[in-house]
């Protein structure tokens, strides 16, 4: 495994916080801390480390540099600085070393500084506070081992250039791992164009402080950052998941991994590596969790009868001993169970309110047509007619549909049901129902290498078939033990998988040319001097994805399996967001509604055209 | 030689070395895929490597030039149906094979080397022979042969089987006779730079490019798969192929892995390294070579760049030019608060009698005095500045110029700090009072007392002199926390200090348990007790931090007021004690009871032993003899364990003097001992 998000935080808190015990270091330099961050990195350390595992270390106090002058002079602590070198932390951090409230500082960066402000810090520090200066490259969320997001908060979306920004935390996370990849990118989107382009010019331009030079001196082949957008795979999001995270993130909503229950108004927090059973679980589908909960409620059951008060009576004392100095273990465990049957109930509660049964199979029926088109139509008049069943969940099967079979007079018949109030509650509004009608010319351009079998239904089938068959070939290993490719509701894979497939191997099939032919490769300077030039089209151990527009967890657990039954590769997957599907419809109406104004404003079309250039 | 001249034509078919070796050997490969056409494979690589290794040899040369493309396609027919009907066996080891190809990859595997190693020698040989001259003129001919040579067998190689090949090899899967694959992963580049380089083609170089295969196992010695859960016997279903990093056999299904190698320096001798870059050739290796790759075995790489020398280097040169104005800034202080001084003693003295007119002179005297102090050339113009120097507003009606009286530049007067406040009226009174050890002159020195109470006489400076001047008494002053604070951390810093302690022991506590002797027990009791008062002291620490800082009311524990602004810190400091006692207290029990239980077993083992030493009884010697015997064994047992004991003291006590004698002592009672026991035999303890 070369690419690890969870060892990296651990590497990172180990470089942040970990006491260095020299033996020769007297009890009197043992200080407690301060630890200062900034508004980018909160959440950054928040999501990675507990408020526990920091008190452990002897972090009695966290607070933000923004607030630097309303802070106490204690010269008792020591102080660790962790701050993205932006110009606001920079700067608050300069009048915190003009008049410093605390005896030592560790200043940490989460990106490369640059010299100029390096130079800033050193002519602010006049008292020589700091005695450590040390850039460390995490400028990305890690939500699970194999799955980050770029840290898009509002403070990026408004920056004068978030490409930069963007390109910037990319770049960290490269650092981060040690990498200097080849970069492919999905050449019909501009916007990935410009955050490539971007980011080679970090890379080669970071070669000349040796940053990026020999980072992948003893990898055998060159690591490949993948840039895709999601307009490529409008269909990924749309569709109901049906394993453990994704549930959690589709109907509760996942948030910098806290869930906000509804119910018991209590918040949740999901963490891979303290919660064994997460780990274990996350990943699996609905009917293999419920099992497997039960299987962990009653192993609780068993261990706390054991050793439950009533028994332990006729005990001896040792036994009650044993037992009490496990009992916060066994408190731990009862919260945790308690915990995941709060989120497995809820999720079970949006399953039949919604009836998510039906609609979860139609949707991978219309998508992976295991049906004939007529049946699937006749299926789907019959939901539209259903009153219980939801607008949003309508429109969703809608445009599956149109974007299977585009058939104009059809759809104009969905949409009259779907305006009908007597089956349809609340009716849809005008974006909803524009998006109805643009989702295929919207899309159209940019799935043309999967739509152009599909759409003689034909070969459709087959092309699916292939691809099975492809990965069962490919993995062979664990394929025979698993279940997944008879599970109805997991008919569906997202486009991420033909086009790992098509990087990963060399098979020469018409799916994987087209896809590699959609690629564009840019080659750092770095990379072609170790390798030679003729890299492009080998096969690739190390992939880093990075989806446009937001990855979803059914990706990530994609990229999870992926990897898995082939330890010979290594991948890791992110965006700039997580999506669900409520998160991708919204996103959709605001396309559809700006894709109706353009051409009216010359001044947008300006900007189109400069960018072209660009 | 001579006795394989006599079956010519099975020789050449099986591509003994008669001939140039090396292009036999690959010859045969080609024989080989011109009979199964699907399932080997030839590349102009191949074919030109026929060229390479036959080079160097100038009197066989034209022999394989003439032999080569006739073996491949008039040869093999004619030898083909007899061969197929008889059973093959290698005519070198007389070893039985199913197939042709199967017999090819033997060769290949087993004998090439030895053959490869008599080539390069002949050729050693005949290069020194022809002289220097000769071989050079050979070599640029070869480049022209080769040239040439290449560019017939591009035309001739059917393109059809290229592309089979090759969509075999990226398949990844191990192929039993997958000996040839090792050329293909050549990328295009590494031959593209080399090839054009003159001379290139000696043996040198194709030995260098070629994985060296002298650390390669000969099959028959081990019949297994070398990884270790494996156990499959090697044969041509499962796969015999060596790993061309370390050489061991194996079976197909762990041999599915490829990496980089080249050659290391001293070829014959060492197995090839690990080499990523272009030069590096991909080959054929074992799981094992696979995950012990420097970067898979690594795993994760984590980055991060320590830059505090840089930036300590830049401060120091800052540093060190700040410091530098600063002395220069104090020097000038204290010229001016002697001026200041003496102009206003003057001014008091003389202000009744002849006030008008010298007050006047005092004052042009006084700036006058004050530029001096600077310095003329350091007094700026009024003409030259436009702009504020610390904030570079422009001087307008409003905004005045000002000089400051410590560095003679002229900035804004900002007295309701609306800018960066860049100049203030100081009184000296003020930092007199601040900076009252510095090395005034007398006269400041003498009125002290006067000029601290003395609030009129000010002076204007701007905000950078006042910042140095007052550098010093910051540093100063920064270094005194607040009374809550320091009552607080008195407490906090000892417990760190026991939690440190805590924190070194318990680890060195654990690893003793584990590796514990007889004689290491009294240590590791000792730990024990130890780590136990200061978990005693820690305990009493944090209630003791409680009682101070915590009232506790329906249950609940408040912060007191007192200590009210400082209530997150207390808790926070309170909670992370709390833990560490509760996580190493846990910790603690259970080291000790994994303590006690190594400690009943061990009572158990040695009362077993005495057990078990005790049963046999047969009479070889009388009962009293055996009696007396083992008295005296006792009596020398406990001897020899009170002069231990005495040893053990001694180094203790570090009485070294009497350590030989006890030593010698200790010796002869062992040899007592030992002879009393041997007379005992099975009748001793």
């Known amino acids: 495994m070369t690419l690890n998000l969870a060892k990296v935080s651990n590497v990172y808190f180990e470089k942040l916080f970990a006491v260095q015990r020299n033996e020769s270091s007297t009890n009197s330099e043992i200080k407690a801390k301060v630890l200062l961050v900034d508004k980018f990195t909160t959440p950054i350390i928040s999501m990675c480390y507990t408020q526990s595992q920091l ?34 932390s920079i700067q608050s951090l300069i009048k915190e070393l003009n008049n410093p409230h605390f005896s030592k500082y560790q200043l940490f960066l989460n990106n490369t500084i640059s010299k100029g402000e390096l130079e800033r810090l050193a002519e602010a520090d006049e008292f020589e506070v700091i005695n450590q200066v040390t850039e460390i490259f995490q400028d990305y969320l890690i939500l699970n081992d194999n799955l980050f997001t770029i840290n898009v908060s509002e403070p990026i979306a408004n920056a004068i250039n978030p490409v930069v920004e963007e390109s910037n935390s990319l770049v960290s996370l490269l650092l981060s791992l040690k990498k200097c990849p080849i970069i492919k990118y999905e050449s019909n989107s501009l916007e990935l164009k410009r955050l490539s382009s971007e980011i080679l010019y970090n890379i080669n331009s970071n070669s000349n402080n040796n940053l990026f030079d020999d980072l992948n001196r003893k990898s055998d082949r060159p690591p490949l950052l993948l840039l895709l957008d999601r307009k490529n795979d409008p269909i990924t999001p749309l569709i109901t998941p049906w394993t453990y995270q994704s549930m959690i993130h589709e109907f509760l909503g996942i948030k910098k991994n806290i869930v906000a229950l509804t119910e018991s108004k209590e918040q949740v927090t999901l963490n891979e590596s303290q919660d064994k059973f997460y780990r274990e679980s996350m990943y699996l589908n609905y009917g293999d969790l419920t099992e497997k909960f039960q299987k962990y409620v009653e192993e609780y059951k068993k261990e706390t009868k054991q050793s439950s008060l009533e028994n332990l009576k006729t005990q001896n004392l040792s036994e009650l001993k044993k037992m009490l100095t496990k009992f916060p273990e066994f408190k731990k465990l009862s919260n945790n169970i308690l915990k995941h049957l709060n989120l497995i109930s809820e999720i079970d509660k949006e399953i039949s309110i919604q009836n998510l049964w039906e609609i979860g199979e139609l949707q991978q029926t219309i998508i992976c047509e295991l049906d004939t088109h007529q049946a699937i139509r006749q299926k789907l008049t019959e939901i539209l007619d259903n009153p219980k069943v939801s607008t949003t969940n309508k429109i969703k099967l809608v445009l599956l549909y149109s974007i299977r079979f585009h058939n104009t007079s059809e759809l104009q018949n969905f949409i009259g049901k779907l305006n009908n109030p007597l089956v349809t509650d609340p009716l849809p509004t005008l974006s909803q129902i524009a998006l ?98 003729n890299i492009q089209n080998e096969p690739v151990q190390d992939v880093i994805i990075y989806v446009k527009g937001g990855v979803t967890f059914e990706e990530a657990r994609l990229v999870f399996e992926l990897s898995e039954s082939n330890k010979k590769i290594n991948l890791v997957i992110g965006g700039d967001n997580v999506l669900n599907s409520e998160m991708w419809m919204k996103e959709l109406y605001d396309r559809v509604n700006d894709s109706e104004i353009p051409g009216t404003d010359p001044a947008t079309d300006r900007r189109k055209q400069l960018r072209e250039i660009l | 030689m001579a006795n394989q001249h006599s079956r010519p034509t099975q020789r050449r078919n099986l591509g003994s070395p008669f001939k140039s070796p090396e292009a036999i050997a690959k010859m045969s490969k080609s024989q080989n895929s011109n009979m199964t056409t699907s399932s080997t494979l030839q590349t102009p690589d191949n074919v030109k490597s026929v060229q390479y290794e036959a080079s160097p040899t100038p009197v066989r040369h034209t022999a394989v030039k003439s032999l080569a493309p006739s073996s491949q396609y008039e040869e093999v027919p004619v030898a083909d149906p007899t061969k197929q009907t008889d059973s093959l066996t290698c005519p070198i080891c007389s070893e039985h094979m199913l197939t042709l190809s199967q017999l090819n990859q033997h060769i290949d595997d087993a004998h090439q080397e030895k053959e490869m190693e008599t080539d390069s020698s002949n050729a050693a040989n005949n290069l020194s022979n022809g002289g220097t001259s000769v071989g050079r003129l050979l070599g640029t001919n070869d480049v022209k042969r080769w040239f040439s040579g290449k560019s017939e067998n591009q035309r001739k190689t059917p393109q059809k089987r290229k592309t089979i090949s090759l969509d075999m090899l990226d398949d990844e899967r191990g192929f039993s006779f997958s000996d040839n694959g090792d050329g293909f992963r050549e990328s295009p580049v590494s031959s593209r730079v080399t090839s054009p380089l003159p001379n290139s083609g000696n043996s040198p170089y194709s030995k260098h490019k070629r994985i060296t295969r002298t650390h390669w196992k000969h099959p028959s010695t081990t019949p297994l798969c070398s990884i270790r859960d494996c156990g499959k016997t090697l044969n041509v279903k499962n796969g015999i192929v060596n790993c061309r990093k370390c050489g061991l056999l194996f079976c197909n299904e762990h041999t599915q892995y490829r990496v980089k190698l080249k050659n290391s320096e001293d070829v014959e001798k060492e197995p090839p390294v690990y080499n990523s870059t272009f030069e590096g050739t991909w080959s054929k290796c074992c799981c094992d070579c696979y995950y012990s790759k420097p970067d898979l075995a690594v795993g994760t790489q984590v980055n991060s760049r320590d830059l505090t020398s840089q930036f300590a280097k830049k401060r120091q040169e800052l540093l060190d030019d700040k410091q530098l104005a600063r002395v220069k800034v104090q020097k000038r202080f204290i010229k001016l608060a002697d001026l200041l001084a003496e102009t206003s003693f003057h001014e008091r003295n003389e202000s009744k009698t002849l006030w008008g007119a010298i007050q006047k002179t005092l004052i042009d005297s006084k700036s006058e005095a004050e530029k001096e102090i600077i310095g003329y050339d350091n007094w700026q113009s009024d003409k030259e500045a436009t702009n504020c120097t610390i904030c570079f507003v422009r001087f307008n009606i409003v905004i005045r110029r000002h000089h400051c009286r410590l560095c003679g530049n002229i900035v804004c007067d900002d007295p309701y700090g609306a800018r960066k406040s860049c100049s203030i009226v100081v009184p000296l009174s003020k930092l007199l009072e601040k900076l009252h050890n510095l090395n005034y002159s007398r006269l400041v020195k003498d009125n002290l007392k006067t000029l601290l109470h003395e609030d009129s006489i000010k002076f204007r400076c701007c905000v950078d002199c006042k910042n140095s001047l007052l550098y010093d008494w910051k540093l100063l002053h920064l270094r005194t926390p607040k009374q809550n604070e320091t009552e607080i951390f008195l407490i906090y810093n000892a417990i760190l200090a026991q939690k440190h302690q805590i924190s070194q022991l318990l680890p060195k506590y654990a690893k003793h348990i584990d590796t514990t002797s007889d004689e290491e027990e009294s240590y590791t009791n000792r730990l024990r007790i130890k780590i136990m008062t200061f978990l005693k002291d820690f305990e009493n620490l944090t209630t003791q931090f409680r009682g101070r800082f915590f009232i506790s009311e329906n249950n609940k524990l408040l912060v007191i007021d007192d200590f009210a602004a400082d209530s997150r810190l207390i808790t926070n400091i309170y909670q992370s004690s709390i833990m560490f006692l509760q996580d190493n207290l846990i910790w603690y029990k259970q080291l000790n009871d994994k303590h006690k239980e190594i400690e009943q077993q061990r009572l158990k083992q040695s009362l077993e032993e005495r057990a078990k030493e005790e049963t046999p009884e047969v009479p070889r010697l009388t009962k009293k003899q055996i009696r007396e015997l083992r008295e005296q064994l006792m009596v020398m047992n406990e001897q020899k364990f009170l002069v231990e004991n005495m040893i053990m003291e001694s180094t203790k006590a570090r009485r070294f003097e009497e350590l030989s004698s006890l030593e010698q002592n200790k010796r002869e009672l062992d040899m007592t001992i030992e002879n009393l026991e041997t007379e005992l035999g099975e009748f001793g303890f």
Do not use: W
């Open chain 1, 55 to 88: 008190l452990q270390n002897d972090i009695i106090l966290i607070e933000l540099i923004e607030n630097q002058s309303t802070l106490n002079v204690m010269k008792h602590l020591n102080c660790i600085v962790y701050i993205k070198p932006t110009r606001e």
């Open chain 1, 436 to 533: 109805l009608k643009k989702f295929k010319t919207l899309f159209n351009s940019n799935f043309t290498t999967s739509t152009s079998g599909q759409n003689n239904s034909n070969n459709l089938g087959n092309i699916f078939q292939n691809k099975k068959i492809n990965i069962n070939s490919f993995f062979n290993q664990n394929k025979s033990n698993d279940p997944k490719t008879d599970n109805i509701y997991l008919q569906y894979t997202p486009r991420l998988n033909e086009v790992l497939n098509s990087l990963l191997t060399t098979t020469q099939s018409e799916s994987a040319i087209a896809i590699k032919s959609s690629l564009s490769t840019l080659i750092p300077d770095a990379v072609s001097s170790q390798y030679g030039n």
